[in-house]
């Protein structure tokens, strides 16, 4: 397993811009399937946004799509989450998430073995 640690977040206001890092232990990061998911008050955990191991592929939620970018950088075991045109309704806790290649569907939570300590993002109207 990886340990993962984030940064970023905090408070802006609609339409502006904020980018997630989450940075991962270990020499194997390489190997991981990473993730984005946000939970906001009163609700379920939700997935945002994943990125497989070579940066190949990348899912994101419909309401993010065009809005959202995830990426990686495998020199420097970091993941980022790049998000433009916020909007109210992103307002959340947002988690990072790894997952072994070969066993982590990218959109299913249950799949990711190791997470993030999560960091909030608000967005004001």
């Known amino acids: 397993q990886v340990v993962l640690v984030q940064s970023g977040g905090g408070l802006v206001q609609a339409g502006g811009s904020l980018t997630l890092s989450c940075a991962a232990s270990g020499r194997t990061f390489s190997t991981y399937t990473m993730g984005w998911f946000r939970q906001a008050p009163g609700k379920e955990r939700e997935f945002v946004a994943s990125i497989t191991s070579n940066g190949g592929s990348t899912y994101y939620e419909n309401s993010v799509k065009g809005r959202f970018t995830i990426s990686r950088d495998n020199s420097k075991n970091t993941y980022y989450l790049r998000m433009n045109g916020l909007k109210p309704e992103d307002t959340a806790v947002y988690y990072c998430?790894?997952?072994?290649?070969?066993?982590?569907?990218?959109?299913?939570?249950?799949?990711?073995?190791?997470w993030g300590q999560g960091t909030q993002v608000t967005v004001s109207s």
């Open positions: 998430a790894a997952g072994a290649r070969y066993r982590t569907n990218p959109l299913r939570e249950s799949d990711y073995t190791s």
